[in-house]
């Protein structure tokens, strides 16, 4: 009710203040006012933008436009999520599903066509039926914007025109307008706002319970479906520590096959649902990261969590033993993920979590840890500008650990917020108490990112193949 007596006055106020254009039709009404702003602006430069009634004109219009095309976007998505629920949909859209090979060839021609008819023309019909439901909507609300309202109906029938194209047998329409079911190499991993070719792969082949985006990733987003874990094989360093645990149980309980990475000889155990399960436990030791690379071949998502907190000590054995856990071994382990990433599959699947920590921006009250993560973070930060796959950054507030025993958050919770922040695709997960670092973290890796772009280059393929992993340091004393 609020909104519509919202509405009810904001059409009052549309009709009170451009009456006096003309008193011609509403369509004729918005036509001359598009018409006479224009003829205003030529005449008098863009000075005229002071008047406020039309710069409110303008910017209505971007809005409906833009909303419109949105909400066309919205209407594919949600029409696919639903042809995923309801099984009378289903039995038109799984033709879709049967079209393409694993390496995103057609596998048969009769099928694609049948696939346009039977699934994207249905599809675009919903869409340009909501969309004209936007149009009516505007001119009936704000008359003089509805032909900007018509955005979404024109964008869709280009989608419209070109899936009959598609499904007529043009050759040629499938190449300009279908890129996201292309073959050929990936060239990058998937993408966060745009749905790009290896995005879309894991709906047809890693799980079509995920990933129902077709062009704007944001129904994923807000669903929880941007990152699907049931069935991926997920390594966690650190695997014995107090995040270690709590992260293996909450991508366990996700449906993913945990496997424990720990400096300690004894098996990492949980507890779920009361009863205790033993975690596929493989030990490793600082320095020795190359003997991991086998393990690395077969783990989808790589969780490198592993750290330690010298807190006031300065001596050089503190110094070396911070970087060296903290910062170089992880970014040996980074690489060598990066070496397993050689085909389409592996670039869309594969992904790793950095644990950097908050400190990366605030003070941790223990200057070696802020050292060694710092420039962890700023690593993470110039590799992934370049990374064959997807990297996420773990940036956590203090936590109750044996690292930091006065932490305010319990690891349990964090873990969960963890899991909860990557399926909805966040690259820089933040969890913290402190409001600031929300504010800060971003500014910071935006900032830092532009300048090691804009001052540095990368000459390494997309694909890791050709990747030369480092040789670990060994660290003496
Ligand atoms: N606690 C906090 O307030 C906080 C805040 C932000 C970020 N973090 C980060 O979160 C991660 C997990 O920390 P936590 O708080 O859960 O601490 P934790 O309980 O002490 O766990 C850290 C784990 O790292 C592994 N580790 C320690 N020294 C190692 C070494 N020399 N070589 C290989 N592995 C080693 C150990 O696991 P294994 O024995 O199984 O190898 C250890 O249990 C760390 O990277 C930490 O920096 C913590």
């Not at 990058?188 to 995005?199: C, K």
């Not at 270690?244 to 449906?255: K, N, P, V």
Request: proline share 4%.
């Amino acid at each position: 009710m609020p909104t519509l007596f919202c509405l009810g006055l904001l059409r009052l106020w549309f009709h009170l203040h451009f009456y006096e254009l003309s008193n011609h039709s509403p369509v004729i009404r918005g036509l001359n006012y598009y018409r006479q702003s224009l003829h205003l602006m030529v005449q008098n430069g863009f000075g005229v933008w002071v008047r406020g009634d039309m710069q409110f004109f303008w910017v209505a219009n971007t809005a409906w436009g833009v909303g419109s095309i949105l909400w066309a976007e919205l209407v594919r998505d949600s029409f696919h999520v639903l042809a995923h629920r309801w099984p009378l949909l289903y039995r038109q859209h799984v033709w879709h599903h049967r079209v393409f090979r694993r390496d995103l060839t057609v596998a048969n021609a009769k099928i694609y066509a049948q696939a346009q008819w039977r699934n994207d023309l249905p599809e675009c019909l919903v869409m340009l039926l909501f969309t004209l439901f936007v149009w009516w909507a505007c001119s009936q609300l704000m008359p003089v914007c509805q032909w900007a309202a018509l955005a979404g109906t024109l964008y869709t029938l280009i989608f419209l025109v070109s899936c009959i194209a598609r499904g007529s047998g043009s050759n040629w329409a499938r190449q300009a307008t279908d890129a996201t079911h292309l073959p050929g190499p990936f060239t990058a991993p998937p993408a966060r706002w745009l749905v790009n070719r290896s995005y879309h792969w894991r709906h047809h082949f890693d799980n079509d319970h995920a990933y129902y985006c077709s062009t704007l990733t944001l129904v994923d987003k807000l669903m929880g479906t941007a990152l699907a874990l049931k069935g991926k094989t997920v390594a966690v360093t650190g695997a014995s520590g107090a995040l270690g645990r709590s992260l293996l149980l909450h991508l366990h309980q996700a449906g993913a096959k945990v496997v424990a990475l720990s400096s300690k000889s004894e098996p990492v155990t949980l507890t779920v649902n009361g009863e205790t399960l033993c975690v596929k436990t493989i030990n490793w030791r600082v320095g020795e990261e190359a003997k991991l690379a086998e393990l690395l071949e077969n783990v989808d998502i790589l969780v490198l969590n592993h750290g330690i907190n010298v807190r006031g000590t300065r001596t050089p054995t503190a110094i070396a033993q911070s970087y060296e856990v903290n910062t170089f071994s992880t970014w040996r382990l980074l690489e060598l993920f990066f070496t397993t990433i050689r085909t389409n599959e592996n670039m869309a699947r594969k992904e790793v979590w950095v644990n950097t920590s908050e400190a990366e921006v605030s003070p941790a009250f223990s200057p070696l840890y802020e050292l060694s993560k710092r420039s962890l973070g700023d690593l993470v930060t110039l590799r992934r500008l370049d990374a064959p796959c997807v990297v996420r950054k773990l940036v956590l507030g203090p936590f109750k650990s044996s690292l930091n025993p006065i932490g305010v958050m319990s690891s349990d919770w964090v873990a969960r917020q963890i899991v909860a922040l990557a399926k909805r695709d966040f690259r820089n997960i933040i969890v913290t108490i402190n409001p600031l670092t929300y504010l800060l973290f971003p500014v910071k890796e935006f900032c830092v990112s532009v300048y090691f772009r804009f001052f540095s280059h990368s000459d390494l393929p997309q694909s890791a193949a050709k990747y030369k992993v480092p040789e670990p340091e060994r660290l003496h004393g």
